[in-house]
C-alpha cells in the first residue's frame, strides 16, 4: 500500500512544477526580444506605397530632362548642319547677282539674262524657305552685330558711320547672323589745323634767325 501511494504522488507533483530552463541557455521570451532587436523595422504598406510613387515620380522627371536635353542636341545638330550648307551656297548667290548686275545693260544677252534671273529666284526661293534672308543695310547705321567695314570714307553731307555702299551682301537664317555685310562706312572729314598752330610757330623762329 505505501508503494503504491508513492508511485500516485510522483506524478502530481511533476504537474504542478514548472519545467526547469537548463543553464546557460535563454528562455523563449528572452529569445523572441532579442530577434525583435536585431531585425530591422519593417514600413507599413502606405509607406512602401509612398516611397514607391516618389521614386517613380523621380525616374519620371529625369527621363524628362533627357527627353528634352536629347531633342535639343538633335536640333543644334540639324541646325549647324543646315547653316554649313546655307554658307556653302551663299557664294553661288553672290556669283549670280554679279552676272546680273554686269548682263543688266547689254541687250544682246537679254535672253542668257532671263535665264540666269530665274535661276537667282529659284534660289532665293529655297533659302528664304528655311529661313535664310539678307540683311538691310542701304543707309543704315553700322553695327559690328552685323556689318563688316572693310573700308572708311570721308563724307561730309552724311553722319558719321553710315553705311555707303554694300560689298558683299550679309544673311541671317532664323533671326540668327550667319554671315556679316561687307560695307563701305563714312567717316568724318579730316578737320584743318587750327590758325596759329604750327605754320606761325615756324614762321616765328625763322624771324628769330
Known amino acids: 500500500m505505501e508503494g503504491t ?16 530552463t537548463p543553464e546557460g541557455l535563454p528562455s523563449d521570451e528572452q529569445t523572441g526580444a532579442s530577434e525583435e532587436q536585431g531585425q530591422p523595422r519593417v514600413d507599413s504598406p502606405e509607406e512602401q506605397i509612398a516611397t514607391l510613387k516618389d521614386l517613380l515620380l523621380r525616374k519620371a522627371a529625369e527621363f524628362e530632362n533627357y527627353k528634352k536635353r536629347t531633342e535639343s542636341d538633335a536640333t543644334g545638330i540639324i541646325r549647324l548642319a543646315n547653316e554649313t550648307l546655307v554658307l556653302s551656297i551663299l557664294p553661288i548667290v553672290d556669283d549670280l547677282e ?3 548686275k554686269a548682263g543688266r545693260d547689254i541687250p544682246e544677252t537679254s535672253s542668257f539674262y532671263k535665264g540666269v534671273e530665274l535661276i537667282h529666284q529659284k534660289v532665293k526661293r529655297i533659302l528664304e524657305s528655311h529661313g535664310v534672308k539678307p540683311l538691310d543695310t542701304s543707309g543704315k547705321p553700322f553695327d559690328v552685330h552685323y556689318h563688316d567695314a572693310i573700308m572708311q570714307l570721308p563724307r561730309a553731307d552724311v553722319p558719321h558711320h553710315t553705311i555707303l555702299e554694300e560689298v558683299e551682301r550679309g544673311y541671317a537664317m532664323n533671326g540668327k547672323v550667319i554671315r556679316h555685310a561687307k560695307v563701305v562706312v563714312s567717316t568724318t572729314t579730316e578737320e584743318k589745323p587750327e590758325e596759329g598752330s604750327g605754320d606761325e610757330k615756324t614762321g616765328g623762329e625763322g624771324d628769330n634767325e
Request: zero cysteines.
Open 98 to 100: 554679279r552676272s546680273l
Open 5 to 20: 501511494k508513492q508511485t500516485e504522488q510522483k506524478p502530481e507533483s511533476a504537474e504542478g512544477t514548472e519545467p526547469s
